[in-house]
Every structure is written in structure tokens, then in C-alpha cells.
């Protein structure tokens, strides 16, 4: 009995596996660009408009394809989808690798992201068909937590390979990786659980693209909830993403490695921590919007005193980054999102408020380094880099408390914690 529970068990682990390792891995090569910055910027002669424009491609593909996506998933299952996705994520990281010309890393970052938009919607079908709904909460903490762990690798790990290899060999290496995840995605990835019927992918029973839009977008909580995430997830992205391990080195002298295990690992670790403990929470105590609210000030909080605070050493960089990220309360919003919609449309409500949170990430990543570029005085270094002081900085980054400020006070009392 015991035997046949556990050889039960073991498919879906797998599944579950190979799925969020996708996650993780595209969440290493989307923070990628915030380690690499000074190679890519003498690389490509960018400025910081360009080069937020150059990370925020990714978001620019990712985000409007969270809705196809979504839908394409709830049709058509996660097995095929997923391995055109890693094929093409990783083909497109090797092309990176390659090109000389700024245009053309542009269009490849594009197409990462287009890959990278699959992983986690995958990740929460696999879950809604091969696992029991009571531990939603927890996988959906567990697959965060593992793909923010990738983020997080995109620090110390990353750093220490440019000390030995080349930023187009570092790329080189994670692209064939890709390759290798996707032939066990097409190996062991099912579409159809006989003992979970109700939501197994049978095409004849299942809506088509439009009416899947059409049912999510009719939820006002839909909106509320991506509008939430719009506001939790764009400084998180385009801090620890894109600009946090810059603004440690060029306004406290910190150097790169320490920089990047503070903005990068340090920011996901919290991430990885704090996911599924704030998932454990809202089920004990089956609640979301206190968690939310009281999460978004503690990051309103920590990311006020990281970019106000003068003299700030790697130690205290550390902890106030590991606190901003461990405040990262979005895991609760696709709880949220499960329970307003229907089982059938799971796929695409989650594509929907991903999409919108991930027009914030593209939207403030730019946003950032063109504020830069605005207020500074055009001054370039001996290498020829822009010159930043802390007071452009300053002007530049004060957005990022503002939006989780607006988040917990201004949304989440707009957001009902219950099935509509």
C-alpha cells in the first residue's frame, strides 16, 4: 500500500520537477543583465536608458504572452508548450552569447522572455492536475521558492564565472543547459491524471481561448489582483533584476561580488524564504490581505533605508535586501486568484495577473534608466561609462518605495479575500 502511494507520488514530483527547474533557470537568465551590467554596457557602448531598455525587453515579450499563454495551457496542457519554451529560451540565450550587435541582443532578450513565459503557469497547471487543491497554497510557495533560488544564483555564483570565463561563455554554458531541460520536459511531462479528471486536459471539454479571456477578465478581481502585483513585483524585478548591484557599487564603493550577493541573492533568498512561509501563513490562518498589506510596508520600509541610508556597508546591504525580498507577498495573490476562479480558467487568471504584473517590471525597469539619464549631468568616466551621483539615485529610485506604498494602502482594501 505504502509502496504503491509512494510510486504514485513519484510522476508528479517529477513533473513538478522539470517544471519548476525551468522556472528557476529562467529566472537566473532574467537577473542575468544586473551581474553582467558593466560587461554588456562596454559591450554594446550603452547608456543607462539603453540598458534598461535592453533588460526590460524580456519583460516587454513576457508579460503580453502571459494571456495566450494562459489560455493555450488550459487547452492544450503544459507538456508540448513547455518544450517549445525551453527550446526556444535556451536557443536564444546562445544567441546572445554571439551577436555583436545591440539590436539584435535586444531581439534576443525579447525571445528569452517569450521562452520564460510559459514557466510559470506550467508550473501552477502541473499542481492544479497531478496534486490535491488543499496544498495549492504550499506548491505555489515551493515553486516560487525554487525559481527565485535561480535569481538568487544569478549573484555570488555568476559573479565568481566572470573571474574564470568570459560574460558570452557564461551564456554559452546556461544555453546548452536549457537544451538538456527540454528533453525531460517532452520525457516526462503529462498532460492527462485519470484520478483527477475534472481537471485533466481533454480538448473536447475544455473553452476556447476567448471565452477563457473573456470569463477571467469579467472578474473584477482579476484586475484588482494584477493591479496588486503591478505594484509588488516591477521594483523587485527592476532592482534586483537590473539596477540594484550598479547603485551599490557606484554610490557606497562596494564591489561587484559583494554587491551582487547582496541586490541579487540576498534579495531572492528572501524571496525563496518568505514565499512559502507567507503561503503557510494565509492557510493557517485563512487570510491574504493582512500578510499583503503588512509585507508591502515592511518592503516600502527596507527599500527606503537602502537607497536614503549614507554609508551602507555589505552587511547591512545584506540584511535590508534580504528583507525587502523576503517581503515580495505576490505568492499570495495567485492564492488569491485560484480561489476566484473557476477550475477550467485557473490557467488563464494566472496568465492575466502575471501579465499585468509584468508590464510594472517593464515599465519601471525603463523607467529607472531613463530618470537616470534625465537628471544626471551627461559626464563619462575614463572607460567611457555615464557618471551617476547619489543624488541622481536618489531622484531615480524613490519610486521604488512609492509603489509598494500605493500597494498596501491604496489596493488591498479595494481586494476581496473570498470567491466572488
Known amino acids: 500500500m505504502t509502496s504503491r502511494r509512494t510510486s504514485s507520488l513519484l510522476m508528479p514530483i517529477a513533473m513538478f520537477g522539470v517544471a519548476t527547474f525551468f522556472y528557476l533557470y529562467e529566472f537566473l537568465v532574467r537577473v542575468s543583465p544586473n551581474v553582467l551590467e558593466n560587461e554588456l554596457i562596454l559591450a554594446f557602448n550603452l547608456d543607462a536608458k539603453m540598458f534598461g531598455f535592453f533588460s526590460s525587453c524580456w519583460y516587454w515579450a513576457y508579460a503580453p504572452l502571459q494571456l495566450p499563454v494562459g489560455a493555450l495551457t488550459d487547452k492544450y496542457g503544459p507538456r508540448r508548450l513547455l518544450t517549445f519554451a525551453i527550446l526556444l529560451c535556451s536557443a536564444s540565450t546562445l544567441s546572445l552569447a554571439y551577436t555583436t550587435s545591440f539590436y539584435l541582443g535586444c531581439l534576443m532578450r525579447f525571445f528569452i522572455g517569450a521562452g520564460s513565459a510559459f514557466a510559470f503557469i506550467s508550473c501552477m497547471k502541473i499542481v492544479h492536475i497531478w496534486f490535491d487543491h488543499h496544498l495549492f497554497p504550499l506548491m505555489t510557495g515551493l515553486t516560487l521558492t525554487i525559481g527565485t533560488l535561480g535569481a538568487a544564483a544569478g549573484g555570488i555564483p555568476l559573479s565568481l564565472a566572470l573571474d574564470f570565463m568570459n560574460w558570452r561563455q557564461v551564456l554559452i554554458y546556461l544555453g546548452f543547459a536549457g537544451m538538456v531541460l527540454a528533453f525531460l520536459a517532452f520525457a516526462l511531462i503529462k498532460d492527462h491524471n485519470p484520478n483527477h479528471a475534472?481537471?485533466?486536459?481533454?480538448?473536447?471539454?475544455?473553452?476556447?481561448?476567448?471565452?477563457?479571456?473573456?470569463?477571467?477578465?469579467?472578474?473584477?478581481?482579476?484586475?484588482?489582483?494584477?493591479?496588486?502585483?503591478?505594484?509588488?513585483?516591477?521594483?523587485?524585478?527592476?532592482?534586483?533584476?537590473?539596477w540594484g548591484v550598479k547603485f551599490l557599487v557606484d554610490t557606497h564603493g562596494i564591489s561587484r561580488d559583494v554587491a551582487s550577493t547582496a541586490a541579487v541573492t540576498m534579495t531572492f533568498i528572501g524571496m525563496a524564504v518568505g514565499s512559502p512561509i507567507l503561503g503557510w501563513i494565509s492557510s493557517v490562518f485563512d487570510n491574504r490581505k493582512v500578510p499583503m498589506m503588512i509585507s508591502s510596508l515592511i518592503a516600502a520600509l527596507a527599500l527606503t533605508l537602502i537607497v536614503f541610508l549614507p554609508q551602507l556597508n555589505g552587511f547591512w546591504a545584506c540584511v535590508l535586501f534580504f528583507l525587502f525580498g523576503s517581503s515580495g507577498t505576490y505568492v499570495l495573490a495567485f492564492v488569491m486568484t485560484r480561489r476566484f476562479s473557476q477550475p477550467i480558467y485557473v490557467g488563464t487568471a494566472v496568465g492575466f495577473v502575471n501579465m499585468v504584473s509584468m508590464f510594472g517590471s517593464a515599465i519601471l525597469t525603463y523607467m529607472i534608466g531613463w530618470l537616470l539619464d534625465a537628471v544626471s549631468s551627461g559626464a563619462l568616466s575614463s572607460e567611457g561609462e555615464r557618471i551617476y551621483t547619489v543624488s541622481n539615485y536618489h531622484l531615480s529610485l524613490v519610486v521604488l518605495p512609492l509603489f509598494y506604498a500605493i500597494s498596501a494602502l491604496v489596493i488591498v482594501p479595494l481586494i476581496r479575500d473570498q470567491k466572488d
Open 198 to 242: 475534472e481537471v485533466s486536459m481533454k480538448k473536447e471539454d475544455t473553452p476556447g481561448f476567448w471565452r477563457c479571456l473573456i470569463e477571467v477578465m469579467k472578474q473584477p478581481q482579476s484586475w484588482l489582483v494584477g493591479i496588486y502585483c503591478f505594484f509588488v513585483t516591477a521594483p523587485t524585478d527592476a532592482f534586483g533584476g537590473t
